[in-house]
């Protein structure tokens, strides 16, 4: 996430990784839809070892233009649904058309 990037060395912010995957014609299907700005994301997609208080939207699914128009549904878990699972990362999901 860009809120990290102060903590590492330029050639490795995730914001210079958004830039080059945008110029391969791959867009963040949540940024795309929800229109929020990269670092300032309405809904967290992790809490650091399940705790609330930690969140943070750290996970991301890119698609090109083509599966984009052919995406049917997207979604993020919500924490209370996943908690009981192994990891503190809520799912990301999405249903395309592909025939």
Known sequence: SVVFDR???PTGHFNQIAQRLRGRGLESLWHTLEGDAFGEERRPTY???WKRE???HIDFMFASSNLRERLKTFELGAYDDWRPSASDHMPLIADFELS
Do not use: D
């Open 54 to 56: 930690q969140p943070f």
């Open 47 to 49: 809490f650091h070892q």
């Open 7 to 9: 903590h590492h060395p």
